[in-house]
């Protein structure tokens, strides 16, 4: 958790599938090399976000692999062959604790059982919400309407479902529910922020916002929740996954401005009055 290093805006900026790291109680049991963890992560995204304090924002970053656990997945969200004799090496990745990466090959180095699963979302599910929420809380005491800005990244081209077809994606793919996570002022601004920065948008599709944006996303209690993808071909070159600096300080400049006017739009929102009560 890093806190404002300017005067505080009523905005959160999170990125829960940033971290690479495995505990060295799990490096038995979780397997998958650093490449893989990377490709797997939001490679990076805590670089995009790193300026985010000297604007007066919030920033919490996961350092866990999501290999370990899946902090964007429900906690009750089990994969039901992860275990004992259903345990299964094949198919996509399901549930908190991933039994296999994106490409298929296996991350769970054996069965895992239930309550090995119950153990990880204690040790590292929870503290990572319990965080979140209590941070939003407080916000809540001192600004009428918080947002709540989770960022995240993806691959440029994706599989159209149900096909072997493939189509390039938005550079910018706001996620909010079927724009039910925050108020419609919020949504607009990060899109008309977006294309006036050149970048093509998309909501909600392929991804419509994970578990914290549902979970968190309450705009008639004045916290807004808004996930956004963002492309990696605009900071990587994808196939090494390697960062291109001045790209990365071009978007790092773009999501500080749009930090800055998500959290004017917050504080002019609450200057209007909407009826809310802080909560």
């Given at each position: 958790m890093h806190a404002p290093l300017r005067a505080e805006i009523p905005v959160l900026v999170e990125c829960p599938h940033a971290g690479l790291d495995v505990p060295a109680s799990l490096a038995s049991v979780v397997a998958g090399p650093e490449s893989a963890r990377r490709r797997d992560a939001d490679f990076a995204v805590d670089r995009l976000c790193e300026g985010v304090c000297e604007v007066g924002a919030t920033r919490l970053v996961a350092q866990l692999s999501r290999y370990v656990v899946d902090l964007n997945r429900a906690p009750d969200d089990i994969d039901p062959f992860l275990h004992g004799?259903?345990?299964?090496?094949?198919?996509?990745?399901?549930?908190?604790?991933?039994?296999?990466?994106?490409d298929g090959r296996p991350i769970a180095r054996r069965p895992l059982s239930p309550?090995?699963?119950?153990?990880?979302?204690?040790?590292?599910?929870?503290?990572?919400?319990?965080?979140l929420a209590s941070t939003l809380t407080s916000m809540r005491t001192r600004f009428d309407h918080v947002v709540m800005l989770a960022v995240h990244s993806m691959p440029s081209i994706g599989k159209i479902p149900g096909t072997d077809d493939v189509v390039r994606r938005a550079d910018v793919v706001p996620g909010t529910r079927g724009r039910t996570t925050a108020a419609v002022p919020f949504i607009d601004e990060v899109d008309t922020f977006f294309r006036a920065e050149g970048f093509s948008v998309r909501?909600?599709?392929?991804?419509?916002?994970?578990?914290?944006?549902?979970?968190?996303?309450?705009?008639?209690?004045?916290?807004?929740?808004?996930?956004?993808?963002?492309?990696?071909?605009?900071?990587?070159d994808e196939p090494q996954l390697r960062i291109r600096e001045a790209d990365v300080a071009r978007l790092r400049d773009a999501i500080n401005r749009l930090v800055e006017r998500l959290g004017m739009l917050a504080t002019e929102f609450g200057k209007a009055g909407s009826g809310d009560e802080r909560r």
């Open positions: 004799a259903s345990f299964d090496r094949r198919g996509p990745p399901k549930g908190v604790v991933w039994r296999v990466a994106t309550d090995e699963v119950r153990a990880r979302v204690d040790a590292y599910h929870r503290p990572y919400h319990d965080a909501h909600d599709d392929p991804y419509r916002g994970g578990y914290s944006t549902a979970l968190y996303g309450r705009p008639d209690r004045g916290v807004h929740a808004i996930q956004i993808e963002l492309s990696r071909g605009l900071y990587l």
